[in-house]
């Protein structure tokens, strides 16, 4: 009897339930209906001694399905009733494993009798990722098996556990290799022999001693510090219930904490971010049955702290790469930075001394171009200055292999302009990494005039082999992400020449979630790279025409404050620790003067969060209307992956929505005029201003 996503079938007087919904078998509703009717046939199948529940494809269910959490109609309880009949069954139910075994996915297999599972398979609970808890007596049946120390450990970190550690802990009851179809209906057949009483995880016992009050005071600790983040509070609730309720009433507790913070802004702002991460990949137009280029080595112009950092990402997954370096000083002060960089998580206990230095082998150096003509993928991270970048490209025009990918690490400059310097643009490409480039998630991938389909193509898996989150963007000044930041940094300076301070504006900022704020952000970075940017544009010519524009980073890197590194920046600093300085108000009060900006008492943390955010958002919206990204979500990725923007929020444009975009507008006609609007700084977007009228979310948006 095949029953859409879900079939039964009695296979020599075992019942089989074959659950096929790819891509990774999400409990959706038609799973949950398809589920039911299979339940209903076996317990109706006199003849069928024991149930076998399988997936079939890459993986057993990998949890409820996240498209649907946002449903007016999602209801948790019609899949809950079925685990609860599963879990009673008379006859045994065996699970069998592969895959993924996430969330809901875990949560049916916890409510079989038996769960056999496949050497290779990974364990989790990721929903506190989605904001959420296990939903489905996830909370309960976890503690039953494997105590309380590892269940708050799991559904609070949402990491993956393998096979054989699932096995230790009790989730599990069997590690066997083979068709784990047939495993299954080999052990269903034995359990069937042995007649033995039948384990049901909700009648077992919740271990306590103190190590589980221990556990469950920490966890809710920690949940305390993190109020941004409900679900942790939610799930040390949860938990405890498991403890001190009988399993239906913990049940009861799990589904009401389940419920708020389904509906709660940071779930659904993280549930955002999860389809927005995977849209990410997806480059509208690209030929599906595009090949990518091979890329087994990389070479790398630069061995700064960029490139450095870069090389890391390719040695993490074992690609040989050569740094080229102007001077041998250079490049052993390169390689010995990544040395200490390495050899620093493994005091962490993250990396083994071995893995240090087979890490470290597939590192070399070279002061020759000629080092590069067999790499498959070269990437230059020197000076952003115009000219040298444009130097360096031409030279790797030259050297590089015919089939090469030749990117550029550029944050600002015209990649259109690199791509012709090396004679070869289809082969250009940006691939542009934030700092610390080894560990920041985000990738911005510049896509040129004339960049070749499967050189983008290419550059979006290498992203995903490292680890990146790949975005992709147009060429304009900045990119997405350094764009943005523009009205950003403006408007920072402006309310200091108005008489804010650094620490009031970064608190402000900080209040938000955003990792940090403004100055703090610019003296960790370098004021003096941020002046210098800007310092350039003044000569090109490309500053608006407002004397009054970023003066205040200029002067403080005349000052020589250019941040932590000279401890002294719009902070003076102790070790790490940034501390108010006079010397910066006054600067600010005579730029002020100069400039004959008025100064005031009175502005808020309100005012510092609308006159930053807002130009900024206002920015993205005008990106997108210009093409430059493909989509609104695209923006949330950067801004959350790359820039410290709160996940809990969204990013930038989903927090747009959550304000509402003719506020948005509203306010920013209101500081218009009330700053002024001789530079067009506060002149709303077209797209904003259409939407706004529309009453249409942006992130709904899509390029007509
Ligand atoms: N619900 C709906 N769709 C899901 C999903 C879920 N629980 N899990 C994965 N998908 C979709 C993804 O959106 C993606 O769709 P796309 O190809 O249209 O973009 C596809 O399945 C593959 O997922 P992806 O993450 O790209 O593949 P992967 O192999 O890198 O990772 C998983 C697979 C299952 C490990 C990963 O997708 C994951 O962690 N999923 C979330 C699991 C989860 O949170 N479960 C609990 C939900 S409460």
């Known amino acids: 009897m095949s029953i859409n996503v879900v079939s039964y079938e009695n296979c020599n007087g075992i019942g089989l339930v074959l659950i096929s919904n790819p891509p990774v078998n999400a409990i959706s509703p038609e799973v949950v209906a398809g589920l039911r009717r299979a339940l209903g046939a076996f317990e109706a199948d006199a003849e069928a001694k024991a149930l076998v529940i399988h997936c079939e494809g890459r993986t057993f269910v990998a949890g409820g399905d996240i498209a649907s959490f946002g449903s007016p109609y999602f209801d948790t309880r019609p899949f809950n009733l079925l685990l609860v009949r599963l879990d009673a069954s008379p006859r045994p139910v065996v699970a069998t494993l592969h895959g993924t075994v996430l969330g809901g996915g875990l949560e049916l297999a916890m409510a079989c009798h038996h769960r056999l599972t496949l050497p290779e398979t990974r364990f989790g609970m990721p929903e506190v990722k989605l904001g959420l808890l296990p939903g489905s007596q996830g909370t309960q049946r976890l503690p039953r098996l494997a105590g309380v120390p590892l269940t708050l450990d799991l559904i609070l970190t949402g990491r993956f556990i393998s096979a054989q550690d699932a096995l230790a802990a009790g989730i599990v009851d069997e590690i066997a290799e083979g068709d784990s179809l047939a495993l299954g209906i080999g052990a269903a057949e034995r359990l069937v022999k042995a007649n033995a009483p039948l384990r049901r995880s909700s009648t077992l016992k919740v271990a306590v001693d103190a190590a589980t009050t221990q556990a469950l005071a920490a966890a809710a600790a920690k949940a305390a510090e993190k109020p941004a983040y409900p679900a942790l509070g939610a799930i040390v609730r949860a938990v405890e219930a498991a403890v001190n309720l009988p399993f239906a009433d913990g049940e009861e507790v799990e589904a009401r904490e389940f419920e708020r913070l389904r509906l709660s802004s940071t779930s659904r702002a993280l549930r955002h971010l999860f389809f927005a991460e995977r849209a990410a990949a997806r480059i509208p137009g690209l030929p599906r049955e595009i090949r990518a280029r091979e890329v087994r080595s990389v070479g790398i112009v630069g061995a700064g702290t960029m490139g450095g950092g870069i090389a890391m990402n390719f040695a993490n997954v074992g690609v040989p790469t050569v740094l080229v370096e102007t001077t041998d000083e250079a490049l052993k002060r390169g390689l010995s930075v990544i040395r200490k960089n390495y050899e620093a998580s493994a005091a962490k206990g993250k990396l083994s001394a071995e893995e240090v230095e087979k890490r470290m082998e597939l590192l070399s150096g070279s002061l020759d171009y000629a080092s590069l003509a067999s790499s498959d993928l070269v990437i230059e991270a020197v000076f952003e200055n115009l000219q040298i970048k444009r130097e360096v490209c031409a030279r790797l025009g030259q050297v590089c292999k015919e089939e090469a990918i030749l990117a550029t690490n550029t944050s600002t400059l015209d990649l259109d302009i690199l791509a012709q310097a090396t004679g070869r643009p289809a082969d250009v490409v940006g691939m542009h990494f934030f700092s610390p480039a080894n560990v920041m998630r985000l990738l911005e991938v510049v896509r040129g005039a004339k960049t070749a389909p499967d050189v983008l193509s290419t550059v979006m898996q290498i992203a995903r082999t490292i680890g990146k989150v790949p975005v992709v963007s147009g060429v304009c000044y900045g990119f997405i992400g350094n764009r943005m930041l523009e009205p950003y940094m403006r408007e920072t300076e402006f309310l200091l020449l108005e008489g804010a301070q650094p620490q009031q504006i970064d608190t402000a900022i900080e209040s938000l979630g955003l990792a940090m704020g403004p100055c703090r952000m610019s003296d960790l970075s370098g004021v003096d790279i941020g002046a210098k940017v800007v310092n350039e544009q003044f ?130 006609e209101h500081y218009g005029r009330m700053r002024g609007n001789q530079f067009g700084y506060w002149t709303p977007s077209n797209l904003l201003k259409s939407l706004a009228a529309s009453g249409e979310h942006i992130v709904a948006w899509t390029k007509g």
């Open 539 to 668: 000569e090109a010519g490309e500053l608006p025409p407002d004397p009054s524009y970023r003066v205040v980073v200029r002067k403080l890197f005349d000052l020589g404050r250019y941040g932590q590194k000279t401890e002294a920046g719009y902070y003076r600093y102790e070790g790490r620790t940034p501390l108010p300085e006079p010397v910066v108000a006054t600067v600010c009060t005579e730029l002020a003067r100069e400039h004959g900006i008025s100064r005031r008492s009175n502005i808020t943390d309100q005012e510092i969060i609308q006159r930053l955010m807002y130009p900024l958002i206002n920015e993205g919206i005008q990106i997108l209307d210009e093409g430059i990204s493909y989509r609104p979500s695209d923006i949330d990725v950067v801004w959350t992956a790359g820039y410290g923007f709160p996940d809990h929020r969204g990013g930038p444009m989903f927090m747009a929505d959550q304000i509402g975009l003719s506020e948005i507008e509203k306010t920013l």
